[in-house]
C-alpha cells in the first residue's frame, strides 16, 4: 500500500520552460514533504522541502506546492536546465522527528536543448 | 568533507552467504537509515535507527538485521541473502529533527546469484 504517489514515471521539457513534477500521499498524518533528485551512480540529494503549516516553499529556481485538502505537492522548476535531468523523488514522514519516511516511486525528468 | 561511506560499493555472492554493507557517517548524525532502490518500485527504508541502540524497522525489513552500536556506524546485515534481494542499497543520515535533510552514501549494487 502506496502512501506517497508519483503517478508519471517520466516527464520530458524543453530547456527554458517549466517542469511540474506532481506527488500525491494517503497519509493525513504526514506533516512534512521533502523533494530529492537523484542522478545515476550516486546517492539521492536533497532539492527542497515543505512543512504542512506552509503551502508554497521557494528555492531560486524550485518551488514547491502543497494542497492539503488534496493531498497533494508540486515541484516547479523555472526555467529548466538541461542539468536537471535526473529522477525526482518525493518523501514524506509524520511528526517533529524523523523516523519512518515513505518516498515515491520517482520521475525521471529529460529537459531537452 | 562531510559524507556518508558505504562499502562495498558493488558485490556479487551466492544464495545463503551471509554478507555485510557497512555504512558510515562522520557528521555526528543521529538519524541512520538504509533504503533498497529497486526499478520501478522507488526507494523503499529496510531499517532505521534514531540512535545508538535504537533501531526501528521500516517497509522491507525482511531478510535484513541492523545494528547500531556506535554512532557513525550502521550495517546492513543480510544473514542469508536470497536473489530477491538483489538491488541497490543507500544508507543515509541526518539530525533527528523534521526538518534536517538526509544525506545519501553512493550506494551499493548487490547481486544474488
Known amino acids: 500500500d502506496q502512501q506517497v504517489k508519483q503517478n508519471s514515471p517520466s516527464l520530458s521539457v524543453q530547456e527554458g520552460r517549466i517542469s511540474i513534477l506532481n506527488c500525491d500521499y494517503t497519509?493525513?498524518?504526514?506533516?512534512?514533504f521533502l523533494w530529492y533528485k537523484k542522478y545515476p551512480a550516486e546517492g539521492p540529494t536533497f532539492l527542497i522541502s515543505?512543512?504542512?503549516?506552509?503551502d508554497k516553499n521557494e528555492d531560486g529556481r524550485f518551488t514547491v506546492f502543497l494542497n492539503k485538502s488534496a493531498k497533494h505537492l508540486s515541484l516547479h522548476i523555472v526555467p529548466s536546465q538541461p542539468g536537471d535531468s535526473a529522477v525526482y523523488f518525493c518523501?514524506?514522514?509524520?511528526?517533529?522527528?524523523?523516523?519512518?519516511?515513505?518516498f515515491g516511486r520517482g520521475t525521471q525528468l529529460t529537459v531537452w536543448p | 568533507e562531510a559524507q556518508v561511506t558505504q562499502n562495498p560499493r558493488y558485490l556479487i555472492t551466492v544464495t545463503g552467504k551471509k554478507l555485510t554493507v557497512t555504512c558510515s557517517q562522520n557528521?555526528?548524525?543521529?538519524?541512520m537509515s538504509w533504503y533498497r532502490q529497486d526499478p520501478g518500485l522507488g526507494l523503499r527504508q529496510i531499517y532505521y535507527?534514531?540512535?545508538?541502540?535504537?533501531?526501528d524497522k521500516g517497509d522491507v525489513p525482511e531478510g535484513y538485521k541492523v545494528s547500531r552500536k556506535e554512532k557513525r556506524n550502521f550495517p546492513l546485515i543480510l544473514e542469508s541473502p536470497s536473489p530477491n534481494q538483489t538491488s541497490l542499497y543507500f544508507c543515509?543520515?541526518?539530525?533527528?529533527?523534521?526538518?534536517?535533510?538526509?544525506?545519501f552514501g553512493d550506494g551499493t549494487r548487490l547481486s544474488i546469484l
Open positions: 515543505i512543512s504542512s503549516i506552509k
Open positions: 497519509n493525513s498524518m504526514f506533516d512534512y
Open positions: 518523501a514524506a514522514h509524520a511528526g517533529s522527528t524523523l523516523g519512518r519516511l515513505y
Open positions: 543515509a543520515s541526518s539530525r533527528q529533527n523534521s526538518n534536517q535533510p538526509q544525506h
Open positions: 557528521m555526528n548524525h543521529e538519524y
Open positions: 535507527s534514531m540512535n545508538v541502540e535504537v533501531t
